[in-house]
């Protein structure tokens, strides 16, 4: 069925088909680290035993039962959710800015996320307690939202003149954001008790160990918000790539696209980091890697991107828990190791196409 | 029908266009000229529906005013003098953004002549070539020149300004079969001989103003081009009955 739809009226060149066989690999990839995640870690579980037992109706054994449902599910998921986020917002944010190294990471985004996010943990039993009560485990992810926001929209304010991205101007610009976000952090970190300070820290260099379902539930909403938003703007993305001017003649509305960018980014980018601190550089490796195997065209990279970037904060997540065992290293120090490296070879790569 | 009366469009304080009154029938090919800083390009702007402006603006019965993006979409395809593209698109790929079926980025391609140019990075390709390919994609978007019994607008702006002389006939006969066919052309030209041999009818601006509009041996007279040019230039006829320009007479 598949084969037959892409043999029929697709010109050569265009990598649609390839990027549709991409998917298919991929959402196999996902489903394979998905169950290697669920068993690895520093209880050892044995899969054989708990599929066993599942197949045959006898309880699982209780230890196994907990450290599955309740730790290793909740985290499968967050895992997924962050990355699939994050992988998106880069898609979405290098569209608006037309440029593949806006990632939310490099240039402040997640940074104005992050502070929105601290701000809310140290000054949120400030609030009047109902309201505090009224928002819950909600209050830090619609903060990081907010400030997310923020920071997207000063950034485009400040790099995009006419249409036109200065990269520049945007790494810069996200240079002064961070800058002024680590002051705000500092003051809040000098606030904080010893109980939010042990949190912060720990938040700040990203990880997935805090995963609960109440915490998920909480950041869900913004997060399928921004999954099932950014699809919608795959059209417009791939009009915007030839200039804004040329996206208008081509039927889009251009500031309403750009809106409904901004809120895409700001709540995967806010949710993402409420609930697992700065994992940076998914937003940029995961779409290069995407685009350089199936293409720029908007509508399966923003798919494939979602799958890729839930398979590799996976599979960052089981290094970071098998790597010190049983202690873990923090999956943000991981995906540094890995996305520092890469973003160094996108910038060497990228020498003399200054501002393509 | 694609008019404007009395268009005036202030930028930053600017006057750029003092009330112009333009006028584009479907089936024909209308040029228009003028030298640079005329205000050809923001005249095309409005029409368009990229600039604002005072005074009124029709294409056909939307008023282009306050007609939404995604309408005049449907009506119209803009050729711009230039089109950054900012990841690595292939060919196909560009032009399928135009969003036409995508059996038509194959025929597309064919017309401009590059149909074997599908799978090639964009970025690869010459600066003559990349326009053809822009106009592909823009030849996608009214791929029928007629819909449903209106007529679809083709907008060239400087069309044929990066291309060799081939191509520039091979463009310029593209959108002349436009015309033909029932669409409408407007196009912004730099070269009057091209001009003279394709436009049905010329607009030639001057200081923000469409001075004349009418035939090509109305309006591409000495008089009206030296004064328009701001320099003396002579109107010829070619061997087999063409209105020709020939730069030389100013040096006279």
Partial sequence: MVAMTESTGQSAGDRQPLARHATLALLVLLLMVSVASLFVGATGISPMEVIGAVLAGEPIETSARVVILDIRLPRLAMGALVGASLAVAGVVMQGLFRNPLADPGIVGVSAGAGLGAITAIVLGGL????VGAALGYALVPVAAFVGGGVSVVLLYIVSTRNGQT???TMLLAGIALSAMVSAVSGVMIYLADDAQLRDLTFWGLGSLAGATWSKLLAAMPLMVLGLLGAPLLARSLDTLALGEIAAQHMGIDIQRMKRLAVVIVA??????????????FVGIVVPHLLRLMTGPSHAPLILNSALLGASILLLADMISRVIVAPAELPIGIIMALIGGPFFLWVLIKRRGFAGV | MLSATNLRVTIDGTTILHGVDFIAEPGEVTAIVGPNGSGKSTLLSALTGTQTFDGEAQMGALDLATAKPWELAARRAVLAQFTSVAFPFTVS????????????????????GLGTYGTRPYHALSGGEQQRVQLARVLTQVWRPMDAGVARWLILDEPVSSLDIAHQLDVMEIARDFARAGGGVVAVMHDLNLTAMFADSVALMSKGQVVRQGAVHDVLTDETLSGAYGCRVQVNMAPRGGTFVLPQASQA
Avoid: K, M, N, Q
């Fill in chain 1, 127 to 130: 609030l009047p307690s109902t």
């Fill in chain 1, 267 to 280: 709540a995967s980018v806010g949710a993402a980091v409420a609930v697992s601190g700065g994992i940076g």
């Fill in chain 2, 93 to 112: 790929e560009v032009v399928r953004i135009g969003g036409g079926e995508p059996d038509l980025t194959t025929a597309a391609l064919a017309r401009v």
């Fill in chain 1, 166 to 168: 200065s990269v520049a």
